[in-house]
């Protein structure tokens, strides 16, 4: 798997960097061949700031959808994230493959647009890029 790592968020500050948006993924270093798609946060309209101090806001909860990349299906819906706030967490963005594998449009998924950037402006906020490479590197 190929990820641009700039630096680390918690799942909140990812909201906040995705636009107030839900639908973004992440990957947590312990999970393996998981994927989530982030649902919800606790008390949070889409678009709407999240109410609290930041960078925790009370760490409220958090729902996603979970996708195991083995198999390419949703394994878990609407399922809450464990520890939102810790920074175990990495913010990635979908290749148009595998968004596709997914059984989601490269717009739903908020997908790479091409050519993917092999490096980060310095000034950037942290986004990771998962590649079709995963697909063997994850096995």
């Not at 994927?35 to 999240?50: D, F, Y």
């Not at 195991?68 to 920074?87: A, F, H, I, K, W």
């Not at 967490?89 to 950037?117: D, I, N």
Request: hydrophobic fraction near 35%; charge should be negative.
């Amino acid at each position: 798997m190929t990820l641009l790592h700039v630096r680390d968020m918690n799942v909140y500050q990812m909201y906040r960097h995705n636009d107030l948006r839900y639908g973004f993924w992440i990957v947590r270093d312990s999970w393996g061949n998981t994927l989530a798609r982030i649902t919800e946060i606790e008390g949070v309209s889409e678009g709407s700031k999240i109410k609290g101090r930041y960078p925790y806001y009370g760490n409220p909860k958090v729902w996603a959808d979970f996708y195991d990349l083995r198999t390419l299906q949703l394994v878990n819906q609407r399922c809450e994230v464990s520890c939102p706030g810790t920074y175990a967490y990495q913010m990635v963005r979908l290749s148009r493959e595998l968004a596709l594998a997914l059984g989601f449009t490269p717009e739903e998924a908020g997908c790479l647009q091409e050519p993917v950037p092999s490096v980060a402006a310095p000034d950037e906020q942290p986004i990771h890029y998962l590649l079709p490479s995963c697909f063997t590197e994850w096995s």
